[in-house]
């Protein structure tokens, strides 16, 4: 079964740091369009961050110069996101997206993760 599955949320103080990662599993191709999106409780879900297979990233505001996106070479169908000094308003539940190929010849599916929780609070 293809899916994208996340790690890494957890409960951290203001200014502290955490990591969250997002493996793409099952028979892949490959992997295009990786994002990082969150919602908090009473809000719809926005965008975090954002990168292609190029290694283009775009950021909301509200994280630029604190959270970073990357994907590892070494690392097939997982991209990451680097969140430090975190705030109490980065509090929501973290999703990741891709767009998924399954077979060389046939177009690409959009993925969503199950969510994982960040809790920043002293």
């Known amino acids: 079964q293809v899916q994208l599955v996340e790690s890494g949320g957890g409960l951290v103080r203001p200014g502290g740091s955490l990591r969250l990662s997002c493996e793409a599993s099952g028979n892949i191709v490959s992997i295009y369009n990786m994002g990082w999106y969150r919602q908090a409780p009473g809000k719809q879900r926005e965008l975090v961050a954002t990168?292609?297979?190029?290694?283009?990233?775009?950021y909301a505001n509200s994280v630029k110069g604190r959270f970073t996106i990357s994907t590892e070479d070494n690392v097939k169908n997982r991209f990451d996101l680097q969140m430090n000094n975190l705030e109490a308003e980065d509090t929501a539940v973290y999703y990741c997206?891709?767009?998924?190929?399954?077979?060389?010849?046939?177009?690409?599916?959009?993925?969503w993760g199950q969510g994982t929780q960040v809790t920043v609070s002293p």
């Open positions: 997206n891709a767009d998924l190929r399954l077979t060389r010849l046939s177009g690409t599916i959009n993925y």
């Open positions: 990168i292609t297979s190029g290694g283009r990233t775009v």
